[in-house]
């Protein structure tokens, strides 16, 4: 989602990197995904995750209606980190990892 973070230097200063691959441009929150993307675009020019319609019409930036639309769910797909269901799997993945004879 660029235009929504900041420069990890600048909180005042929002990201924003771009790319032209085969006429069209690209929109990058850092160095790194720009750098990603151009190393292997066809990779992930389809991939499906509007991210221009969450500034669009009909969505008007409204970030629950676009993450409806795109079928995130609130509190699921986002949000922090700590106690979150993605905390959860890491740490059951880690601990059959670390459970399995060598």
Same mark, same amino acid.
């Given at each position: !989602?660029?235009?929504?973070?900041? *420069? ?9 990197? *771009? ?8 929109? =990058? ?7 990603? =993307? ?28 676009? !993450?409806?639309?795109? #079928? ?5 797909? #986002? ?16 601990? !059959?990892?670390?459970? #399995?004879?060598?």
């Amino acid at each position: !989602m660029p235009v929504v973070f900041t *420069e990890p230097d600048d909180p005042t200063l929002l990201c924003h990197r *771009e790319g032209v691959y085969k006429g069209d441009k690209y929109h =990058f929150c850092s160095d790194h995904c720009q750098e990603i =993307f151009d190393r292997e675009p066809e990779k992930y020019i389809q991939a499906w995750l509007p991210m221009p319609a969450l500034f669009q019409d009909p969505l008007n930036g409204d970030i629950g209606a676009w !993450m409806n639309w795109v #079928n995130l769910h609130d509190g699921v797909d #986002n949000g922090d980190y700590a106690g979150s269901q993605d905390q959860h799997n890491f740490e059951q993945w880690r601990r !059959m990892a670390t459970s #399995n004879p060598s």
